[in-house]
């Protein structure tokens, strides 16, 4: 019986063991109320985001501004006219994408 719980523990941790590591990419933006917008970002595990790349793209996906995350984590952009979404891209699997119209003040 031991064998069988033991065999089963390690198991679960080589299928679920990598998950552990795993770290999200985060991603909120807001309205400042000034014509600018603020995003913050940063990874699950604490990780900062600092020179992580943000692109700011239009209804139809052409880059309008890009930029990288600052020492705090931190990217401001002037917020542009009509629909728009922003990405947070620090590579394959860790991008985070948000929509204009999610961002308020």
């Known amino acids: ?9 390690l198991l679960a941790t080589m299928a679920f063991g990598g ?4 770290h ?6 807001f309205d400042n109320g000034d014509g600018t917008v603020s995003c913050e970002g940063g990874f699950s595990d604490g990780s900062s985001a600092s020179g992580v790349t943000m692109r700011v793209q239009d ?10 995350m600052n020492e705090y984590s931190e990217f401001m ?12 891209d620090a590579g ?3 991008t985070v994408e948000v929509n204009g ?4 003040e």
């Open 1 to 9: 019986m031991k064998k069988g719980i033991i065999a089963l523990f």
């Open 19 to 22: 998950q552990a590591f795993a």
């Open 24 to 29: 999200t990419p985060l991603c909120d933006c």
């Open 59 to 68: 209804g139809s996906g052409n880059v309008v501004t890009e930029g990288k």
């Open 77 to 88: 952009f002037d917020k542009p006219e009509g629909e728009y979404k922003v990405v947070f």
């Open 92 to 94: 394959e699997g860790h």
């Open 101 to 104: 119209s999610d961002i308020v």
